[in-house]
């Protein structure tokens, strides 16, 4: 009686599955998630590898209970051949609930494997279904960020995550193997993504949380790291578009070294990048500070590369409050000598001269801080006899740029901006230092709206008031606007 | 029975407690007695506490002690403290005395006696006499009634009180008051032997003195009368006289019919005593004068935005400023408050009126409402109609402006059709309904008499309502500016009312500029945060940065409104990207925004010469052997925008003259053809150079000057040939070339710290002898310790004799006890041994 239903409600469904409504589809795939996970419990399920060939074929010569288990066991196969392809359905209800259901399948399998257990192989993971799954995330032609957010729930589990990560690696190299390195946008946005969701637990009692009990190779937090590690520099190795890059190097230092198992293995990809300058040398720093800084990185020329970051567009990038806290932490070290620490000095005030007053009101406590640092290098603020200024600023060498022979004009020049706060911050530049550094880790963040807000939301008691009567749009001011444009 | 043996135990308490009391008392007047001078005189009292040297002008409280005394003192404190303390400890019941106060030790024992016997009189008063109206008991004095004294009233005749001035006796006293029956008692008992013998010469002598009154009484009498008699007459006497003596009374039955008469004169007079005198009107000011007060005006209001600029607090002098009116004729007349009152004179003079009407011109409120014969009008106006008189119409009319002849006659009839009030506008809608459809002229018209009509000073309400309506007038010309075409002509005309308006509300109209910028800086940041670009900002914006520069000092060092606004430029000029010509062209609006803004302060703007340099850097051919300059963000060296001002024919460029551009320009241009095209290029590229120059002439001061025009530097004279952009070029080299050599040289600083110094500090101390600390609070808690040390030592002292003191009582009430006990077994041995005897007696006897 029950068989009989089951068996007629698997072919219902099966047929609803393909339905194009959409309410539809989720119910059926609610209800195939019900039904053969009881089955999979039950072990009502075909074991052992399907024949293949026809199906008559395949139902000579079996008692009745096996040819219904056979049959059930075809009917589920086809469903999560159905359900892999929802994955790639266009909306995301049903690309969900299709998710939902696999994993669930993934569980009910490993819970009960549907084929005998080879104990050689000593452990029991659904891996082809996981691998199906991972396939269809990293799809080539649609955008999956949101689905992968939602498989992120599942990546909470150890195992499943282990395994991810060595699909995806396997994805990953045989899909780029065949496109011959170069992906398309939407892959590399979704491999991006569902990588960048990987976190590893930093102890070994942190592994736990498995979906499917395990032992083996998958419990030990090393294998974890290795393929962490395998399954980063696999992408790695591959030419990137320019943002991959970056998104790649903004999490670098955070979510990629402390994972992995040996972090010197990113030295090449990072010296690389600091190479290619501009903005990915700017946040390759980052990581290679890490590596300076933990793993006994012996960079050569360190200093002057950062000394030829600086550039008119370093105020402008981004990425600025985290080059300036990176600088400031290499620039930290009372034992750099005093020409480097002035060339820094004058060339980041050439550069104030083109920077926003944001910028400037990090760079000026900074070059501040430089002259409390390396107390030598108040020669740049107090030279009561040069006049000509010999700096070079085309000189690449920090060594050869006679730094030391200049002095800092340009902040004197910032004393008349025209933002007060600016002004002000020059100005501290004609005082005697104090003892203490300015701590710039509080300005690094502040935005234009901001400085803006602080005079807006102001009260004063009197407003002071134009005294010269305004009769015309364009007059006033020195008739500027009114000499180039007119009304109209 | 239980009641009463209670009662006769408490008595009996009552009196043993006062057994003991009495004795104390009796010590106590023993040593009460005695007075202080006599126990300091005692050397057995007194202790000298002895002073090992005498330290002058300081006293001592302590050199005396009487420790008898005090110890005496002590004891019988804890007699009545403690004691009783001792004596009730383990006891649960007590007596409480619950009459009124007993308890009480604020209260004077007079008043406690006063509340009880109220108290009292209260609770006999409502048990019996709830019903007693008017039975009052007796009021007594001395014991006796007063009803009984009140009899002694009728001996004495007093109805004239005045005439026994002298007459003050002990019998008249002894009768007056109710206490003489007392007094007489007492001196009845003292002269008891003479009474018999003087009583009779004593009734004689009332008798006389009666008498002697009553005579005097009548004699009075009859003088009184015969001077009141005499008064009279005079009196009478005097008033027929008087009619003759005073022409004019100020008795008002005359002066009523006299008044017909009077009149004129009177009118005369007393208008000429209230009426104005001619008040000393300050002279009138030759030309020169004016122009020196004008100067010194301006003089001093520079050399406040001097202060403001160089960042110093200013007072607020500077808000003294006085309110101009917009038909203001900047003349010097003033409409003050003398001239009000010749407004409300109630004399129907027509000359004064006439005056009055033109006045009105100059400040009055405008309440006249013009004839409207264009009644087809009415219905596109929008406005209020207040009270016609329409027979008045259309002589105030002339009157108004027949002084004005001058002005053209087309004039006058566009305004002639406007009305002359308006209700302030209540919300931006509002003033829409009221400014739209009407010519740019008229709309100021409209604005300029709204707020004359609303003046502050006029009602209450108004100044909020003028307030409000600043803000819907910079509303109003952002819409102006965003409409399309722009109508930036009405925009100007209303400039003026807005700089008025400004001026009244200052802090109104900062806070209306203020949420202005706050909302496009909020709106550009959210965008940058997700694009990391943002648009140039729109023709609106720009206005209202153009009305801020006109509006609010742009030199002060920081200002709550123009400081945003340079910053909301900086930001537009370095996150905007170039792509098209109307971008370019939004920039160098920008640019020359911003270099208004620093015109007169001279504040280095780098963003400025990023974007110029920029602009520069569009027009270059060829842009690969770049490399002795860089070019700032927003724009970049190469790419698909990057050669928006490249010129590619020099034909037309011999043709090009300089026109300015529309300010709609930023939106959209025509640029159909390709001459057009390479016209506004010129034109911006001209634009541009002309901006270069005048930041050259601003920045040549600056130290790093050569550093900050490198780059343009580089770009005039290596990249952009001279052919093209034919004379601009020369005068722009010239004036780079100038101004390489200025460099300022040296950064001076570091003041000379002043050497330590080495002599020793000397503090004059004071207060000798006293504890020292080094501050107040170290002081202060110097004392507390000490305090609390000394109290401390107090207390354990008192405990220490408390335990004597006790010791003490607990051993007399052990001997006492003991004997008692003593006595008694004495008695009883006593008793024993005489019963003995006697039973040795009787046995003997028996013996016998």
Request: proline share 4%; aromatic share 8%.
């Amino acid at each position: 009686m029950l068989t009989c239903d089951t068996v007629h409600v698997s072919f219902i469904l099966y047929v609803i599955l393909q339905s194009e409504k959409e309410k539809d589809v989720v119910n059926a795939v609610n209800a195939c998630s019900k039904l053969f996970s009881t089955l999979l419990e039950k072990k009502d399920l075909f074991l052992g590898k399907l024949p293949t060939g026809e199906e008559e074929e395949a139902f000579i010569g079996l008692s009745a209970e096996e040819k219904y288990r056979l049959f059930m066991r075809q009917r589920y196969s086809s469903c999560v051949e159905m359900l892999l392809e929802h994955l790639d359905h266009e909306l995301y209800s049903v690309k969900e609930s299709a998710l939902c259901c696999l994993m669930k399948f993934a569980e009910g399998e490993g819970r009960h494997p549907l084929e005998d257990l080879d104990w050689s192989e000593h452990y029991s993971f659904p891996r082809e279904l996981l691998q199906g799954v991972v396939d269809r995330l990293l799809s080539r032609t649609t955008e999956n960020s949101m689905l992968i957010s939602r498989f992120q729930e599942f990546l909470e589990m150890e195992d499943v995550r282990y395994y991810v990560m060595s699909s995806i690696r396997e994805n990953v190299g045989k899909v780029l193997a065949k496109n011959k390195g170069v992906g398309e946008p939407f892959m590399f946005n979704n491999v991006f993504s569902l990588m960048s969701n990987i976190s590893i637990p930093s102890q070994e009692s942190g592994l736990t949380n498995f979906m499917i009990k395990q032992e083996g190779e998958s419990c030990l937090l090393s294998e974890h790291k290795r393929a962490f590690e395998k399954m980063w520099l696999g992408f790695l190795k591959y030419k990137l578009p320019s943002n991959m890059y970056k998104k790649i190097l903004v999490i670098l230092h955070d979510s990629i070294l402390p994972h992995m198992s040996k972090p010197t293995l990113m030295i090449d990809f990072l010296t690389a990048a600091y190479d290619v300058g501009g903005a990915i040398s700017l946040l390759a720093l980052n990581g290679l500070f890490v590596l300076i800084h933990q793993h006994n990185l012996d960079y050569p020329d360190f200093y002057k590369k950062l000394y030829n970051l600086l550039e008119p567009s370093v105020f402008h990038v981004k990425y600025r409050a985290r080059f300036f806290h990176l600088a400031n932490l290499f620039l930290s070290s009372s034992h750099l000598p005093l020409y480097l620490v002035a060339a820094f000095a004058k060339r980041l005030a050439r550069l104030a001269l083109t920077a926003p007053p944001t910028a400037l009101l990090i760079v000026l406590p900074f070059i501040c801080n430089l002259i409390r640092r390396h107390p030598s290098c108040r020669v740049l603020v107090h030279k009561p006899k040069s006049v000509e200024d010999p700096y070079l600023m085309e000189e690449e060498d920090p060594a050869q740029c006679r730094a030391l022979e200049s002095s800092l004009w340009e902040i004197k020049t910032l004393q008349s901006h025209y933002h007060p706060d600016v002004a002000k911050a020059a100005g501290s530049i004609n005082t005697p230092l104090s003892g203490l550094e300015d701590d710039i880790s509080e300005l690094l963040e502040k935005t234009t709206y901001e400085l803006m807000e602080r005079d807006l939301k102001q009260t004063r008691k009197t407003v002071p008031l134009e005294f010269e009567t305004a009769t015309q749009l364009l007059k006033g001011g020195g008739d500027v606007l009114g000499q180039h444009f007119c009304l109209g | 029975m239980s009641e009463v043996s209670a009662q006769s135990v408490l008595a009996h308490l009552f009196q043993m407690g006062k057994v003991p009391k009495k004795k104390r008392s009796v010590a106590d007047k023993v040593r009460k007695a005695k007075t202080s001078f006599e126990i300091k005189n005692n050397p057995f009292e007194v202790k000298i506490n002895r002073k090992k040297f005498d330290v002058l002008g300081r006293k001592s409280k302590h050199d005396v002690g009487l420790p008898g005394v005090s110890r005496s003192k002590a004891n019988n404190k804890r007699k009545e403290t403690l004691l009783k303390e001792y004596k009730q400890k383990g006891r649960s019941s007590k007596f409480i005395d619950k009459r009124f106060g007993e308890y009480d030790t604020q209260m004077a024992p007079e008043d406690k006696i006063l509340k009880r016997f109220a108290l009292e009189r209260q609770r006999v008063h409502d048990k019996k006499d709830l019903y007693n109206l008017n039975e009052d008991e007796e009021l007594t004095h001395y014991g006796q009634s007063l009803a009984e004294m009140e009899k002694f009233n009728d001996a004495v005749d007093s109805d004239d009180e005045s005439e026994e001035k002298g007459l003050l006796s002990a019998e008249l006293t002894a009768s007056h008051f109710g206490g003489g029956g007392l007094l007489r008692k007492k001196t009845g008992g003292q002269q008891d032997g003479e009474e018999t013998h003087r009583a009779k010469s004593r009734q004689e002598l009332i008798d006389e003195l009666i008498q002697k009154s009553k005579q005097e009484k009548r004699e009075r009498q009859v003088r009184k009368e015969e001077s009141q008699e005499l008064t009279e007459k005079l009196d009478q006497e005097w008033k027929s006289i008087q009619a003759l003596l005073v022409k004019k009374t100020p008795k008002c039955d005359r002066a009523e019919e006299e008044k017909p008469k009077l009149e004129q004169y009177d009118m005369m007079v007393r208008e000429l005593v209230f009426d104005m005198k001619a008040q000393p009107s300050e002279k009138l000011k030759t030309p020169e004068e004016l122009a020196r007060e004008e100067r010194e005006k301006l003089q001093k209001l520079e050399s406040d935005r001097l202060r403001r600029m160089m960042g110093e607090e200013v007072e607020e002098s500077s808000q003294s400023q006085s309110h101009i009116s917009a038909d203001d004729l900047h003349d010097g007349f003033i409409l003050d408050k003398d001239d009000e009152k010749t407004l409300s004179y109630q004399v129907g003079d027509k000359r004064r009126q006439a005056v009055c009407v033109e006045d009105g011109d100059a400040g009055e409120e405008e309440e006249e409402e013009e004839e409207d014969d264009n009644a087809d009008e009415e219905g596109r106006r929008r406005r209020r109609r207040g009270s016609r008189r329409p027979a008045m119409m259309k002589k105030m009319v002339t009157l108004t402006w027949s002084p004005s002849k001058k002005i053209k006659a087309q004039q006058e009839a566009a305004k002639a059709e406007l009305p002359y009030t308006f209700t302030a506008p209540e919300s931006y809608s509002d003033l829409k309904d009221l400014l739209q459809g009407h010519t740019p002229d008229n709309q100021r018209l409209i604005v300029a008499r709204t707020q004359k009509s609303n003046h502050a000073s006029l009602a209450v309400g108004n100044k909020l309502k003028l307030q409000k309506m600043f803000g819907f007038l910079l509303e109003y010309i952002g819409e102006l500016a965003t409409r399309s075409p722009p109508e930036l002509v009405a925009v100007d005309k209303l400039i003026p009312e807005l700089y008025s308006m400004c001026q009244m509300f200052p802090e109104a109209a900062c806070k209306a500029m203020q949420s202005i910028f706050e909302d496009a800086g909020h709106t550009m940041e959210e965008v940058l945060e997700v694009k990391g670009h943002v648009p140039f900002p729109a023709l609106d914006m720009l206005v209202y940065l153009k009305v801020t520069g006109l509006l609010f000092p742009t030199s002060d060092f920081r200002h709550p409104v123009t400081t945003p606004a340079l910053l909301y430029i900086s930001q537009a000029l370095t996150k905007c990207p170039v792509r098209s010509l109307q971008d370019v062209t939004s920039g160098l609006v920008l640019c020359c925004l911003g270099v208004e803004y620093v015109t007169f302060s001279k504040r280095f703007l780098p963003e400025l010469i990023n974007f110029l340099a920029g602009t520069l850097h569009l027009a270059v051919k060829d842009k690969t052997s770049l490399g002795s300059y860089t070019v700032v963000p927003p724009f970049r060296p190469t790419g698909k925008c990057s050669d928006l001002l490249v010129l590619s024919d020099s034909e037309s460029c011999a043709s090009w003259t300089k026109k300015s551009l529309p300010l709609s320009a930023t939106r959209h241009l025509e640029l159909r053809s390709d001459p057009t095209q390479t016209q506004a290029r010129l034109t911006c590229v001209s634009t541009c150079l002309d901006l270069v120059k005048r930041c050259c002439l601003l920045y040549k001061d600056l130290p790093s000057f050569t550093c900050i025009f490198r780059p343009i530097r580089t770009l005039l004279s290596e990249h952009l040939s001279a052919q093209t952009l034919p004379e601009l070029l020369q005068i722009l080299e010239s004036i780079g070339g100038a101004a390489v050599t200025r460099c300022r040289l040296v950064l001076e600083k570091k003041k000379p710290i002043p050497l330590k110094l080495l002599t020793p500090k000397i503090v004059e101390v004071l207060d000798y002898g006293k504890k020292r600390g080094c501050n107040r609070e170290e002081r202060e808690k110097e004392r507390l310790k000490h305090k609390y040390k000394k109290e401390f030592k107090g207390a354990l002292r008192e405990i220490r004799k408390d335990t004597r003191f006790l010791a003490r009582e607990k051993l007399t009430e052990v001997m006492d006890r003991d004997s008692e006990r003593k006595r008694k077994v004495r008695e009883l041995f006593g008793s024993l041994a005489t019963q003995e005897g006697e039973w040795k007696a009787l046995k003997r006897m028996k013996s016998k």
